[in-house]
């Protein structure tokens, strides 16, 4: 993971889950390895298959395509990750053995973060 953006994403809000996808998925489209560590409120819809609550009738308008729908084909073509650390995913009330799939994997703290030193950290 060494020389990756990590996008630490811990705020649940639609606005800022778009901003995170976006940045993330322009990096790795530019050649940049990226990780989205997703913490608390954005884990949760995550793994609930929530990710596109809440966003406003002018995406629509604007066309904007899902968050889920972006970040699973950057799973799937650019190499993103979509991580969680073990503590963030007990704090959301998950359990680490039954994400399998849903997240790339249960990453530790120190490794996102020893990532971030040797990259890039964008913390939303």
């Known amino acids: 993971m060494s020389g990756a953006v990590v996008l630490f994403v811990q705020r649940g809000a639609w606005a800022d889950r778009y901003q995170a996808v ?9 050649g940049d390895r990226v990780v989205f ?17 809440g966003a406003p009738p002018e995406a629509a308008a ?21 991580v969680a650390c073990d503590t963030a995913v007990r704090l959301a009330g998950l359990d680490p053995g039954a994400l399998g799939g849903v997240l790339d994997r249960i ?6 973060w020893h990532a971030a030193r040797d990259g890039r950290a964008i913390v939303i």
């Open 22 to 30: 976006t940045l993330g998925v322009t990096a790795a489209a530019l």
């Open 37 to 53: 560590a997703l913490f608390f409120e954005p884990l949760r819809l995550w793994v609930e298959g929530r990710f596109d609550e």
């Open 62 to 82: 604007a066309r904007v395509a899902p968050l889920r729908e972006t970040l699973e084909e950057a799973r799937r073509e650019l190499g993103v990750e979509v």
């Open 107 to 112: 990453a530790t703290l120190p490794s996102l």
